[in-house]
């Protein structure tokens, strides 16, 4: 079945405390990249990969990092979190340009306190 | 840059009404068009897309959108709601021809509620 997985869907942290949100996808795509989703504001792009070793800021970069080692993986790095990242979390993936739609996980809801 | 205008925050629909989500979307070239849905607890789920051609566009589970270029519009419609269409619809879009990052610029969402 053709998918992105994400890990964890639920995660409450401390600030300051690093992690790892892992995404990956079964569908061979190109591009993927992360989203973060907040009321009112819809989905805003954070990182997105056209890829392998190729990554790129999105709208709303500060506080993460991404990687791309491996086709399928694009894991989410928050290196020292801090409450205003508490958010719901979305990885997506697609075939390359133009018109294809995206695929998207089901979610990370994050919290930080 | 692309961007998404839902000017609806929520949508009260009757049970077996026709049902309508508006958006709008301004782009620097010609768009593609997509509607997504997301129900509780769950990621986002493809619905339809406009790339080109007809206007009307049919998608996943009785829904179709309607692309008209010059209001710079892409409405979700369905004929007669059920009370299963509750959830909340995103409208996105992307720019073409592309130069650089792939980005779906998304609407700020639509909560739709379909009352029995």
């Known amino acids: 079945e053709a998918q992105v997985t994400q890990n964890p869907r639920y995660l409450i942290t401390v600030t300051g405390k690093k992690l790892t949100v892992t995404c990956s996808q079964n569908?061979?795509?190109?591009?993927m990249s992360w989203y973060r989703q907040d009321p009112g504001l819809g989905l805003r792009q954070i990182y997105y990969?056209?890829?392998?070793?190729?990554?790129d800021k999105g709208d709303v970069p500060e506080g993460y990092k991404v990687s791309r080692k491996e086709k399928r993986n694009f894991p989410l790095i928050l290196e020292s979190p801090s409450p205003n990242q508490t958010s719901l979390y979305f990885c997506?993936?697609?075939?390359?340009?133009?018109?294809?739609?995206?695929?998207f996980g089901q979610g990370t809801r994050l919290t930080v306190v | 840059a692309q961007s998404v205008a839902q000017p609806e925050d929520q949508v009260n629909v009757a049970e077996g009404n026709p049902l309508t989500v508006k958006c709008t979307y301004s782009v620097s070239g010609n768009p593609y068009l997509f509607w997504y849905v997301q129900y509780p607890n769950r990621g986002l789920q493809f619905l339809l897309k406009y790339i080109t051609g007809d206007n009307l566009v049919k998608g996943s589970y009785g829904f179709e959108a309607e692309f008209n270029k010059s209001q710079t519009s892409f409405h979700l419609k369905k004929p007669s709601a059920l009370v299963s269409d509750s959830a909340l619809y995103f409208c996105a879009v992307r720019d073409y021809p592309l130069y650089g990052n792939n980005r779906l610029a998304f609407g700020k969402g639509n909560q739709v509620v379909v009352i029995p």
């Open positions: 990969s056209m890829n392998v070793e190729v990554t």
């Open positions: 997506a993936s697609s075939h390359g340009r133009g018109p294809t739609e995206a695929f």
């Open positions: 569908m061979n795509h190109e591009y």
